[in-house]
């Protein structure tokens, strides 16, 4: 089968050499060349990696790169039986594109988009065959990262779902499905990670280091919510909260907050540009963390029961499986454990009992223990797989 991928920048890129690797012969389009040929170089010194690794043969290599065609026009794509849309997170931009699509793939081409962030019953609206239209979200870098979220729309076929699950099956990635609701799985329940962690900063309870030591050392995460956001890029994290936030009717469980916000308006971006969180130019003098289990053992539990609680609302709510809930989870952030099972392990009654000392202490909405754990613990029941 030919597939077409619209956008050549990280994600197209990424999709591409998937697609190629798994023996695909891939239309890669982009309006501008520059980013077409940034794309293929990219790819080539990635290539010569995977060899010099000897992950992959010269051969192979050889064939990934030829099977992907650079293409300034989207008449190339008339053939393929599924096209990916990886272009700009912009709505009106994203439903043209699927318009022209439309006009020139056959009436049987699977049209995907890799959104973020929005809704996949409004791209296939843009579209008049809407039913063919599904959200298949990778995650960055597409060829290292094993999960991919299938997002149905409100019309899309059922048929055309299971289809589209079976080829990226096929590609030897993990698939999870999940309901078009903001953030999908990992972008919603991911976000106490990053907020819990900030909030706890903000008042005070430990500094920033500490509370990345505590999420390492006792957490068992491979990187703390302040390394990572200065990963990521302020800029990136920052939008992907405040637009799960808006698309939440402003539930203030999401609510972003200012540290962030000012790292962003301060132009403090993270690693990128030299300062986030952490100070990364020479010689800077970043605190070190504060290496008191008692205090980490809190901040982990406060943060790791908010989590809990994104994943028991979310199955509460039908977004997704509990299987597929734990899968996104480790295979699309690399969590130590899945939520359901850390609830297990740890003991609903204990997920609850914090959450609920939280939300007394408070008295913020934020804090409000999903109706889910609160039926477990009267039932004595356990999350089932
Ligand atoms: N970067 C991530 O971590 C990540 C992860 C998952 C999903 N996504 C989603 O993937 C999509 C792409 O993100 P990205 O990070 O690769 O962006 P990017 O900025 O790296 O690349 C976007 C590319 O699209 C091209 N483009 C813009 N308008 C176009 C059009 N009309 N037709 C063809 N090409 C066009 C641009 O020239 C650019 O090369 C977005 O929807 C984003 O939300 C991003």
Not at 17 to 32: E, I, Y
Not at 42 to 62: C, N, P, S, W
Not at 126 to 150: C, D, T
Not at 204 to 212: E, F, M, N, W
Request: overall charge negative.
């Amino acid at each position: 089968m030919e597939i077409g991928i619209v956008g050549a920048g990280a994600m197209g890129s990424g999709i591409a050499q998937v697609a190629s690797t798994a023996g695909h012969k891939v239309f890669l389009f982009d309006t501008r060349k520059e980013a077409l040929e940034l794309s293929e170089s990219k790819l080539k010194k990635v290539l010569a990696r995977l060899v010099e690794k000897g992950r992959i043969t010269d051969e192979k290599a050889a064939d990934i790169a030829s099977n992907i065609l650079y293409v300034e026009n989207l008449d190339t794509f008339s053939n393929c039986g599924l096209v990916i849309e990886a272009i700009i997170e912009n709505l009106d931009v994203k439903k043209q594109v699927f318009k022209n699509l439309e006009g020139i793939v056959a009436g049987d081409c699977i049209l995907a988009s890799n959104t973020s962030s929005l809704s996949i019953a409004s791209i296939a609206a843009s579209v008049e065959k809407s039913e063919r239209i599904v959200g298949i979200h990778f995650f960055n870098p597409a060829p290292l990262m094993p999960l991919v979220e299938i997002i149905p729309a409100l019309q899309s076929s059922e048929e055309i779902v299971l289809k589209a699950r079976a080829i990226i099956d096929s590609w030897k990635k993990v698939t999870v499905l999940a309901k078009d609701t903001p953030g999908f799985i990992v972008n919603r329940v991911a976000r106490p990670f990053y907020g819990e962690a900030i909030r706890i900063m903000e008042e005070g309870v430990a500094d920033v280091p500490t509370i990345d030591w505590a999420m390492k050392e006792i957490g068992g995460f491979r990187m703390g919510p302040f390394e990572l956001t200065d990963f990521i890029g302020h800029d990136v994290n920052y939008v992907v909260t405040e637009t799960v936030f808006k698309e939440f009717f402003y539930d203030p469980r999401y609510k972003p907050s200012f540290s962030q916000k000012r790292l962003v308006e301060a132009g403090r971006l993270g690693r990128k540009t030299g300062h986030g969180f952490y100070n990364y130019a020479e010689g800077a003098m970043n605190p070190e963390p504060k290496k008191d289990e008692v205090l980490g053992r809190q901040i982990v539990d406060r943060i790791v029961a908010m989590l809990i609680n994104e994943a028991a609302d979310a199955l509460f709510l039908n977004i997704a499986t509990a299987k597929d809930l734990d899968l996104a989870m480790t295979k699309g952030v690399n969590y130590p454990k899945g939520l359901l099972q850390w609830a297990n392990d740890w003991g609903i009654e204990n997920v609850y009992n914090t959450l609920r000392d939280l939300y007394d202490t408070y008295c913020e909405d934020r804090y409000r223990p999903s109706p889910k754990l609160k039926r477990m613990v009267a039932t004595g029941e356990q999350f089932t797989f």
